[in-house]
T-cell receptor
Framework: AQSVAQPEDQVNVAEGNPLTVKCTYS??????LFWYVQYPNRGLQFLLK??????LVKGSYGFEAEFNKSQTSFHLKKPSALVSDSALYFCAVSAGKTGGFKTIFGAGTRLFVKA | DAGVIQSPRHEVTEMGQEVTLRCKPISGHNSLFWYRQTMMRGLELLIY????????DSGMPEDRFSAKMPNASFSTLKIQPSEPRDSAVYFC????????FGPGTRLTVL
């Protein structure tokens, strides 16, 4: 069965500092991995995905994520945080072709960036 | 494309009333998902369709909930009768590669 864990309910970082939001997953076969962001009173917005290829994936708004197969992790990173990055971040995993069409979302991590 | 469209955006109703939420997916996407989001339970997958066929409805909380997808451009989620614990934001998402979410319907059951 697929599962995804976001071990931190909240991450606090100062503006200008690097940020990391953690995600680990469990899936049979090759994983399809995603990050989404949710701003207040909005739906989830796609940030980036890993399907295959380079382990470092670049996405929207300067975010990137690193796929680590041995650690089954897909941590979201940004070199320099902005106050406007404050939002709720969701990691998601799909088993791709072997998993049908179902994508499992983590519980979400709230990011606070302080000025 | 206008993205995933949901209506209404807000719904306030009284306990026992029927509620129907509507979703128009992105044209060409063949998978559609209904989610519920609350502070207590986070984001929950209720049901998803592929090519208009329900694939997995194991997340539907009880028989009061039902969902249909009569064609590729329209889906409904119905709650009958509604209860206060159904109050949540309900999202529809459609999938081409990654999922695209609608703006959500905020449901309040009094």
């Amino acid at each position: 069965a697929q599962s995804v864990a976001q071990p931190e309910d909240q991450v606090n970082v100062a503006e200008g500092n690097p940020l990391t939001v953690k995600c680990t997953y469990s899936v049979s076969g090759n994983p399809y991995l995603f990050w989404y962001v949710q701003y207040p009173n909005r739906g989830l917005q796609f940030l980036l995905k890993y399907i295959t290829g380079d382990n470092l994936v670049k996405g929207s708004y300067g975010f990137e994520a690193e796929f680590n197969k041995s650690q089954t992790s897909f941590h979201l990173k940004k070199p320099s945080a902005l106050v406007s990055d404050s939002a709720l971040y969701f990691c998601a995993v799909s088993a791709g072709k072997t998993g049908g069409f179902k994508t499992i979302f983590g519980a979400g991590t709230r990011l606070f960036v302080k000025a | 494309d206008a993205g995933v469209i949901q209506s209404p955006r807000h719904e306030v109703t009284e306990m026992g009333q029927e509620v129907t939420l509507r979703c128009k997916p992105i044209s060409g996407h063949n998978s559609l998902f209904w989610y519920r989001q609350t502070m207590m339970r986070g984001l929950e997958l209720l049901i998803y369709f592929n090519n208009n066929v329900p694939i997995d409805d194991s997340g539907m909380p009880e028989d009061r909930f039902s969902a249909k997808m009569p064609n590729a451009s329209f889906s409904t989620l119905k709650i009958q009768p509604s209860e206060p614990r159904d109050s949540a934001v309900y999202f529809c998402a459609s999938k081409g590669g990654e999922q695209f979410f609608g703006p959500g319907t905020r449901l309040t059951v009094l």
